[in-house]
């Protein structure tokens, strides 16, 4: 059974920061690639992070590079997206996602995650 429970979403300002926290209730969750994911109003849902099992590699969407952060603590299992220098494009639904125990080091891209949490939303206002 996996649970994935997202916090931190919130109205803010552009040029502001929100930090996002995903609370994962999964077995053996050190093996799995964690990621990051939204959805505007009208569009398909994109990939925006996701991060290896270990840690040591992270991917980011190129609308969000220099700008969002994650990052991992394998002993909370949590998983948290800092965004920095937010747009009234970040505007959007964010879901927190995990793949199956054996795709740890995130190759394969951003359509292969299994799991899902039932979203945080995320408000800029120009």
């Known amino acids: 059974h996996v649970q994935l429970v997202e916090s931190g979403g919130g109205s803010v300002q552009a040029g502001g920061s929100l930090r996002l926290s995903c609370a994962a209730s999964v077995n053996s969750y050190v093996g799995r690639c964690m990621g990051w994911f939204r959805q505007a109003p009208g569009k398909e849902r994109e990939g925006v992070a996701r991060?290896?099992?270990?840690?040591?590699?992270?991917y980011y969407a190129d609308s969000v590079k220099g700008r969002f952060t994650i990052s991992r603590d394998n002993a909370q299992k949590t998983v948290s997206l800092q965004m920095n220098s937010l747009k009234p494009e970040d505007t959007a639904m964010y879901y927190c996602a995990a793949t199956l125990l054996s795709r740890g080091d995130c190759s394969g891209g951003w359509g292969d995650f299994n799991y899902w949490g039932q979203g945080t939303q995320v408000t800029v206002s120009a």
């Open positions: 991060i290896s099992a270990g840690a040591g590699t992270t």
